[in-house]
């Protein structure tokens, strides 16, 4: 884990790991924080993250040894360890070789994993904010410490979705800009807690794998569908219970005596007038507007979407439930005689449809993906053809893991991959101060295939040579939610 680095003036040495080239004192770190002057040697202070799998025929748990890496693999169907870039360095300058190219053998098949770190300026993320209440317009810039950091795009089923980071904020704006956007993107992907706010909308804290908070209020849980699919599902559950039911969203309101599944079930007309636009029976668009009230809309009366009711077929005691899409606002009304609907205890077997709404909503969830193109720099360090490994990977000869995570890998040009940074080991991400993200990306494949790509063959090391102290190791248990980087079903390029 140790770099030899040129000496300067005042006992400094250069740290070549990146672009910015830090000179760094004795005893000291350079701005990334990875890597310090350790008695003139330049080291890589962050721990190389290895993932354990020990997993043996028998089902017994092999001990792991005091950091050694030398089990024989005698009897395990695999090997037991998996080398992740976390930790391990980079391949800059570019035409370096990856840090470490490890061969290891898979039920009878020689592979190989390319292990390195990439420095991404062309990265970001993508949020997905399980809530109904409105964030703000699309497009909206999306700021983290006042500075734009992304925008807001599509609302997609219960959830609404940013886009942070990206090159041009990384590096097309301000210092500042390119700052905050590296600093909120390498918070995000560590699993902390990051304060975003919309131009014309909302503040949110966001944190992977948490409920986000919505101008301070926790989301609960995240709609159960529009509400004509709302209505859809529980018609049965109000038929011969209640005469109208008005599920209010901000997308799609649903009416149950127009919907086609109130139809099916013979109820009658009850007169009710809609304001909005109608789509097909039952179903209205643009009842209110966007915000954080009833069904993600702006209003905290649902009576102010209702026109009239219509005499020719109302009619006094005529019984009406109003539910918003995750059963968080429900009233219920009687007409009285003049056609006015005058809110009224709620039954009990009403209330309990409602306990059923909230009961099939799924919990709220902040979900964060890194995504980042691996260009020139990173597939030099696995190939002298770099194109080779894009095919490679494209013809799922190869397969792409971050820090042993599962990713997907986009169609079309060059290697852009998402992984939900859930799944990576903790603090697998750092920075550059360029500024840019560093993550961890192994390439795994068949070592034929690699030898076939014009790969760094002269730098192929056994993984049996991974072994004895280790003060710059740690050893990480496999997520078992996660398929083994080496596995068959995870590799089915090496395996095909």
């Not at 986000?212 to 995240?222: A, F, I």
């Not at 009687?334 to 609907?341: C, F, G």
């Not at 002269?458 to 280790?470: K, M, N, Q």
């Amino acid at each position: 884990m140790q770099d030899p680095a040129p000496a300067v003036a005042d006992d400094k040495i250069r740290c070549d790991a990146c672009p910015v080239m830090c000179f760094i004192k004795p005893g000291a770190l350079g701005a990334c924080d990875r890597y310090g002057n350790e008695a003139g040697v330049l080291v890589r202070v962050d721990p190389h993250v290895v993932l354990d799998h020990w997993l043996s025929d028998g089902g017994a748990v092999v001990p792991f040894n005091a950091g050694a890496l030398d089990w024989d693999g005698s009897i395990l169907r695999e090997p037991a360890t998996f080398i992740t870039a976390i930790g391990a360095g980079t391949t800059y300058p570019d035409y370096k070789p990856a840090p470490f190219i490890v061969a290891s053998e898979v039920e009878g098949v020689d592979m190989v994993t390319i292990v390195t770190e990439g420095i991404f300026s062309y990265c970001g993320v993508k949020v997905k904010i399980d809530t109904d209440r409105h964030l703000g317009p699309e497009r909206a810039l999306v700021r983290a410490d006042g500075e734009p950091v992304g925008h807001v795009t599509t609302g997609e089923y219960g959830s609404q979705m940013l886009s942070l980071g990206g090159v041009h904020h990384l590096t097309g704006g301000t210092k500042r800009e390119g700052r905050a956007t590296c600093d909120a993107l390498l918070a995000l992907c560590n699993g902390a807690a990051v304060e975003l706010t919309v131009d014309e909308g909302a503040t949110v804290l966001v944190q992977a794998g948490k409920p986000p908070l919505v101008n301070g209020q926790v989301e609960e849980r995240m709609r159960v569908g529009c509400g004509s699919a709302t209505i859809g599902m529980f018609a049965k559950q109000w038929f011969g219970k209640v005469d109208e039911v008005v599920v209010v969203d901000d997308h799609i309101t649903g009416v149950l005596s127009e919907h086609q599944a109130g139809k099916l079930l013979g109820i009658a007309d009850s007169g009710i007038k809609m304001k909005g636009r109608r789509s097909t029976p039952g179903r209205y668009f643009q009842v209110a507007e966007p915000g954080t009230g009833w069904g993600g809309t702006n209003i905290a009366d649902p009576l102010q979407i209702l026109g009239s009711f219509d005499p020719r077929k109302a009619r006094p005691s005529l019984t009406m439930l109003m539910v918003s899409t995750t059963g968080e606002h429900a009233s219920y009304y009687v007409l009285d005689e003049a056609l006015r609907p005058v809110e009224q205890t709620m039954p009990d077997d009403l209330a309990r449809s409602v306990a059923l709404i909230q009961e099939n909503c799924e919990p709220a969830l902040s979900t964060v993906l890194f995504m980042g193109g691996a260009g020139g720099s990173l597939r030099a360090g696995v190939t002298e053809n770099p194109v080779r490994l894009t095919r490679s990977v494209k013809d799922a000869l190869t397969v792409v893991t971050c820090g042993g995570a599962p990713t997907y890998v986009w169609p079309g040009g060059g290697i852009t991959f998402m992984v939900d940074v859930s799944k990576v080991p903790a603090n697998g991400f750092g920075y550059v101060p360029t500024p840019a993200l560093v993550a961890p990306v192994e390439f795994t494949l068949r070592l034929s295939d690699y030898e076939k790509l014009g790969g760094h063959m002269d730098h192929v090391r056994p993984l049996s040579e991974f072994r004895g102290p280790a003060a710059h190791r740690t050893r990480v248990p496999h997520r078992a939610e996660n398929p083994w980087p080496l596995m068959p079903d995870a590799a089915r390029g090496p395996h095909r």
